[in-house]
C-alpha cells in the first residue's frame, strides 16, 4: 500500500487523474479457465466458419453463435432490444483505371499501374471518378497538428488540386524525439490520416510517396491491398471524400519532381524542418477510376451488463471477429483463411472476460463487450460504432481491445502497443507488478501498429483505448523461444489458411493476459476517476473538449 500511495503522489506532480491510481480488484473465482477458452478458439476457427467473412455464410454462423454465447452468460442485448447492430457496407471492385496522364508546358509522360503507381476511389456508384488537369502541390508530410505547432497546409488553398505528400510524419525522418514522438510513428503518420486531411483541405486527390522504411512495408504490400476489392461504410453521410487516392512509388516521385524542375530529396529534407511552405509542382495529372459496387450490411454485435450506480458511463471491451474468408480457387478446407489468432483469440477472450464479469457480480458502471465486423477491411465496424455508439464518446471510460493475442505461453514481459499513451498504462502496470511481471513497449513503435486496430477509431473519437497482451520472453524457454513463436506466425501464418487452431497450444499465457485486461476494465468499472490521454497526445485535446 505504501508504494500505491507513492505512485499516486508522482502521477499528481505530473497531472495525471486519480483514474491512474486507482485500486484493482483481484480477478473472481478460478480465474480464466484455459480450457473454455481453447473451446471458444476451436470454435471460431473451425471450417465449419469458413474464415468468418462478413456478407457469408460464415458470418451468420459466427453472428448467431456469439448471439447465442452471450445470452448464456447472461449478457443482455447491447443495441437497444437487440444483441445486432447493423453496419451498412460497400464493396467497391476496381473495373479499370487509367495511369496518372501529367503535363507540365508541352512535355507529357505516364505513371502506369502497378509498377509506379496506383489509385482508387471511395466514392460511391459505378460511375466513373476523376481529375481532369488538377495541378499538383507537394505539402510535406500533409499534417495540421495544433499541439506540435505543425501546419503544412498554412496558407495554402489546394481547393480542386491534387497533394502529394510524404509517408510517416517529422519525428520518425529526422530521430528527433521532441519533434512530433520521434521514431515511434503519431496518429499523423498514417496514410488514413493523410487522405482524410487532403479530402478536409479540399483536395481532389491526393498521392501519398511510398518509402518502404518509413511506411514499414513494400511497395507489393501497397499494390497488393489495393488492387482488390475494398470496403466502405455505406452511411458516410458528409464525410469528405476525394475524387482519387492513390500511391506513388518514391523512384516515380524522383522522375515527377525532376520533370518538374524540383530535388525531391532536397524538398523532403526540407519538409522535416518546422515552418516548411508547400510548393506547387507547376504540373498538371489527369486520372479516372470506375469500379463495380455492391452494398450489403454486416453486423456488430454487442453484449452489456448493465451498471448497478451509473449505468450511463461505460468501459467497452472489444475485439474483431470477421477474417478473410476462403479462397474458392482451392479444393476443400485449403483454401479456408480460419484465423484462429487474428482473432479468435480476442473473440474468446471477449467471451471468457464476460464470464468472469458474471462471477464478479454487476460492476457500478455498465461494461460492454463490442464483437466488431470488417476490422480486415480497414476497422470498418468499430469506426461505425464509434460514429453511432450506443454510450456517448464523453460517458465512455476507456476501451480495451483484444487483437491477436500472444499465444507464445506464461511470459515475464507485457508489451503495451502505443506505450506512452493514456492514464490507462499506470493502472496495467500495478496488475503486471502484481503478477511478477514487467510491462515493456511494443519492439518497432515506428510501425503505427496502435493506429491499425480497432481501438484506433475509439482513440480518435476521445476515449483513452488500450491494446496490450502477452510478450516474448517465456518464464522457461526464454526470449529466443518466444521470437520463434512470433516469427512463425508471421512468416507462416498471419493471413493465410496456416492459421488454424492448434490443441497442443499453450493458452496459460494468455489466460494471464486476460487475467490482466479484466483487472483494468473491472477497476474503472467499479470507480469514479475519467483516465485522460498523457500531455502532449494527439488525442488529449479532444477528450478535455468532451469532459473540461
Avoid: C
Avoid at 77 to 82: K, L, M, N, R
Avoid at 193 to 207: D, I, V
Amino acid at each position: 500500500m505504501h508504494q500505491f500511495f507513492a505512485l499516486s503522489a508522482l502521477l499528481a506532480t505530473l497531472g495525471l487523474s486519480a483514474a491512474a491510481t486507482a485500486e484493482l480488484p483481484p480477478v473472481p473465482g478460478d480465474g480464466v479457465d484455459p480450457a473454455r477458452y481453447g473451446q471458444y478458439m476451436a470454435t471460431l476457427a473451425s471450417n465449419e466458419f469458413e474464415g468468418r467473412a462478413p456478407g457469408t455464410r460464415g458470418e451468420r454462423l459466427t453472428v448467431n453463435y456469439l448471439v447465442e454465447e452471450f445470452a448464456e452468460l447472461g449478457l443482455e442485448p447491447g443495441y437497444g432490444d437487440s444483441y445486432l447492430q447493423p453496419v451498412p457496407m460497400v464493396e467497391m471492385t476496381n473495373e479499370a483505371r487509367s495511369p496518372l496522364n501529367l503535363a507540365r508546358d508541352d512535355e507529357r509522360w505516364q505513371m502506369a499501374y502497378p509498377n509506379e503507381m496506383i489509385t482508387w476511389s471511395r466514392r460511391g456508384g459505378r460511375e466513373p471518378h476523376a481529375i481532369e488537369g488538377s495541378e499538383l502541390v507537394f505539402v510535406g508530410y500533409g499534417v495540421v497538428a495544433p499541439e506540435y505547432d505543425w501546419d503544412d497546409y498554412a496558407g495554402l488553398d489546394v481547393t480542386g488540386k491534387t497533394v502529394v505528400i510524404l509517408v510517416n510524419d517529422p519525428g520518425f525522418a529526422t530521430g528527433d524525439e521532441t519533434l512530433f514522438n520521434g521514431r515511434a510513428m503519431t496518429y499523423y503518420g498514417r496514410w488514413t490520416y493523410k487522405y482524410e486531411e487532403a479530402a478536409r483541405q479540399g483536395a481532389a486527390a491526393a498521392l501519398i510517396v511510398h518509402d518502404t522504411e518509413p511506411a514499414s512495408y513494400p511497395w507489393e504490400v501497397v499494390t497488393n491491398s489495393w488492387s482488390q476489392a475494398q470496403f466502405e461504410l455505406g452511411d458516410t453521410g458528409d464525410e469528405a471524400l476525394m475524387a482519387i487516392e492513390g500511391w506513388i512509388t518514391l523512384d516515380g516521385a524522383r522522375d515527377l519532381f525532376a520533370r518538374s524542375g524540383e530535388d525531391f530529396d532536397a524538398l523532403m529534407n526540407d519538409a522535416k524542418a518546422p515552418g516548411f511552405e508547400a510548393v506547387a509542382l507547376g504540373t498538371t495529372v489527369s486520372a479516372s477510376v470506375r469500379q463495380s459496387v455492391r452494398t450489403g450490411v454486416s453486423y456488430n454485435v454487442l453484449g452489456l451488463i448493465p451498471g448497478s450506480e451509473r449505468p450511463d458511463e461505460a468501459v467497452i471491451y472489444m475485439g474483431h471477429w470477421d477474417h478473410l474468408g476462403r479462397n474458392m480457387a482451392l479444393p476443400g478446407s485449403a483454401g479456408i483463411y480460419n484465423g484462429a489468432v487474428d482473432n479468435a483469440t480476442g473473440i474468446a477472450g471477449l467471451l471468457e472476460l464476460a464470464r468472469l464479469y458474471r462471477e464478479g457480480g454487476q460492476p457500478e458502471r455498465s461494461v460492454l463487450f463490442l464483437a466488431v465486423t470488417l476490422e480486415e477491411y480497414g476497422l470498418l465496424g468499430s469506426r461505425y460504432y464509434a460514429n453511432n455508439p450506443v454510450f456517448a464518446p464523453e460517458n465512455t471510460v476507456a476501451a480495451i481491445n483484444m487483437d491477436a493475442m500472444s499465444l507464445v505461453g506464461p511470459t515475464h514481459d507485457v508489451v503495451v502497443v502505443g506505450y506512452g499513451s493514456s492514464e490507462l498504462e499506470p493502472l496495467l502496470e500495478q496488475a503486471v507488478v502484481e503478477q511478477g511481471r514487467r510491462m515493456v513497449p511494443e519492439p518497432s513503435p515506428e510501425a503505427g501498429f496502435y493506429y491499425r486496430s480497432d481501438h484506433f477509431n475509439f482513440a480518435r473519437a476521445g476515449i483513452p483505448a488500450l491494446y496490450a497482451k502477452g510478450g516474448v520472453e517465456h518464464r522457461e524457454l526464454g526470449r529466443d523461444y518466444g521470437l520463434s513463436v512470433e516469427r512463425d506466425y508471421r512468416d507462416r501464418r498471419y493471413h493465410k489458411p496456416a492459421d488454424e487452431f492448434d490443441p497442443d497450444w499453450d493458452l496459460t499465457g494468455v489466460a494471464e493476459d486476460l487475467e490482466l485486461l479484466y483487472r483494468v476494465g473491472r477497476g474503472l468499472a467499479d470507480g469514479e476517476g475519467w483516465p485522460n490521454w498523457y500531455p502532449g497526445n494527439e488525442f488529449r485535446a479532444i477528450r478535455e473538449r468532451q469532459r473540461p
